[in-house]
T-cell receptor
Framework: DTEVTQTPKHLVMGMTNKKSLKCEQHMGHRAMYWYKQKAKKPPELMFVYSYEKLSINESVPSRFSPECPNSSLLNLHLHALQPEDSALYLCASSQDPGGQPQHFGDGTRLSIL | KQEVTQIPAALSVPEGENLVLNCSFTDSAIYNLQWFRQDPGKGLTSLLL?????REQTSGRLNASLDKSSGRSTLYIAASQPGDSATYLC??????????FGTGTRLQVFP
């Protein structure tokens, strides 16, 4: 069983919808990450939260809005997405931002109609 | 710009064989290198983490080595099994909080 839990597992939404992806970990990790993975490609970093503050934004379009309500939770708010945003969205966490292994969730499979 | 490449891109072998997967990176200024496996439609499972000061790490049938100066890492899988079938990804951590992933090796082990 993964120690990083992502919900929902699957999400289908229209381009005008607003939805949120949720990620939760109870390992006491202080760094959390969002990645986007297209089919047969490696994951690409989107955002990093370090001690509940956004530390890295990899020039992600504003239609993706991350939020870290507390040290255990990470959300990704979605609005006005495009079909090319269809992908597997992975959340990860690590004990601290440097030098530690990252633990991944099973992802949310997102499809934009 | 750090680039991470994995060779081969795909590999199909009968069970029982010993395997070597290769990972190369262009910038040797890394904190660590991590190997993952990914099953279809699933997240990533961490296999081994090698710090920049280390030469190798072992876990069960897996052994990973790191030669930072030459920008290379290898993942050795002993006595492969059908359950080892997955995509294997290496990832390096440069001097930031991010991981840069390799292109992956899709492994199939058949009975």
């Amino acid at each position: 069983d993964t120690e990083v839990t992502q919900t929902p597992k699957h999400l289908v939404m229209g381009m005008t919808n607003k939805k949120s992806l949720k990620c939760e970990q109870h390992m006491g990790h202080r760094a959390m990450y969002w990645y986007k993975q297209k089919a047969k490609k490696p994951p690409e970093l989107m955002f990093v939260y370090s001690y509940e503050k956004l530390s890295i934004n990899e020039s992600v379009p504003s239609r993706f809005s991350p939020e870290c309500p507390n040290s255990s939770l990470l959300n990704l708010h979605l609005h006005a997405l495009q079909p090319e945003d269809s992908a597997l969205y992975l959340c990860a966490s690590s004990q601290d931002p440097g030098g530690q292994p990252q633990h991944f969730g099973d992802g949310t499979r997102l499809s934009i109609l | 710009k750090q680039e991470v490449t994995q060779i081969p891109a795909a590999l199909s072998v009968p069970e029982g064989e010993n395997l070597v997967l290769n990972c190369s990176f262009t910038d040797s200024a890394i904190y660590n290198l991590q190997w993952f496996r990914q099953d279809p439609g699933k997240g990533l499972t961490s296999l081994l983490l090698i710090q920049s000061s280390q030469r190798e790490q072992t876990s069960g049938r897996l052994n990973a080595s790191l030669d930072k100066s030459s920008g290379r890492s290898t993942l050795y899988i002993a006595a492969s099994q059908p359950g080892d079938s997955a995509t294997y990804l290496c990832a390096v951590r440069p001097s930031t909080d991010k991981l840069i992933f390799g292109t992956g090796t899709r492994l199939q082990v058949f009975p």
